[in-house]
């Protein structure tokens, strides 16, 4: 089992930035990808960004260039560098661990709200 812990959500202005960090525990060492995903209010859960245990990394269309996700795999933690937010990143920020490669997310966390309003 792995429990996945997010932190650093909150209310933001337009073109601020915020953190986001998603804390590993349990049996980390079955863990491959790790990625952040989002549900804003009525909308499907949609990918953000992942990384795998090497570091490669893949972000959705509408976050290229404003978001960045990171591993430090010696904390077990997961990170999600998030500048120029928009009022559309308004959502729930999930984190996601991956065991299987080519498989579904087997672990979530509980979600952190991330707000980006004036």
């Known amino acids: 089992q792995v429990q996945l812990v997010e932190s650093g959500g909150g209310l933001v202005q337009p073109g601020g930035s915020l953190r986001l960090s998603c804390a590993a525990s349990?049996?980390?060492?079955?863990?491959?990808?790790m990625g952040w995903y989002r549900q804003a209010p009525g909308k499907q859960r949609e990918l953000v960004a992942n990384?795998?245990?090497?570091?490669?990394?893949n972000y959705a269309d509408s976050v290229k260039g404003r978001f960045t996700i990171s591993r430090d795999n010696a904390k077990n933690t997961a990170f999600l560098q998030m500048n120029s937010l928009k009022p559309e990143d308004t959502a729930v920020y999930y984190c996601g661990a991956l065991t299987k490669v080519g498989g579904p997310y087997d672990y979530w966390g509980q979600g952190t709200q991330v707000t980006v309003s004036s």
């Open positions: 990384i795998n245990s090497g570091g490669g990394t």
């Open positions: 349990g049996s980390i060492s079955s863990i491959n990808n």
